[in-house]
Nanobody, 115 residues
């Protein structure tokens, strides 16, 4: 089992920045990649960014150049640095841990960007 706990959400003005954190615990050696997804009201959950155990990263086109995913293996923590935030970035952000054949999810953290 893997437990994921997000933190760092909040309210920010357009153009501002936030950093989300996701602390992982449990059988984390089984995780192949960590990532972030988001879900806005009335919309499906969508991919934001991911980082593999080898450090390779991938981003949704909508956040490329503005968001950066990183990881601190010593702390078992993944971060999402979000810059130049836009109102359309408003959503609940979920941390994801991908294991072969299974996905773990955190409880989510709200990010609200005001115009």
């Amino acid at each position: 089992q893997v437990q994921l706990v997000e933190s760092g959400g909040g309210l920010v003005q357009a153009g501002g920045s936030l950093r989300l954190s996701c602390a992982a615990s449990g059988t984390i050696f089984s995780i192949n990649a960590m990532g972030w997804y988001r879900q806005a009201p009335g919309k499906q959950r969508e991919f934001v960014a991911a980082i593999t155990s080898g450090g390779n990263t991938n981003y949704a086109n909508s956040v490329k150049g503005r968001f950066t995913i990183s990881r601190d293996n010593a702390k078992n923590t993944v971060y999402l640095q979000m810059n130049s935030l836009k109102p359309e970035d408003t959503a609940v952000y979920y941390c994801n841990g991908a294991q072969t054949g299974y996905n773990y999810w955190g409880q989510g953290t709200q990010v609200t960007v005001s115009s």
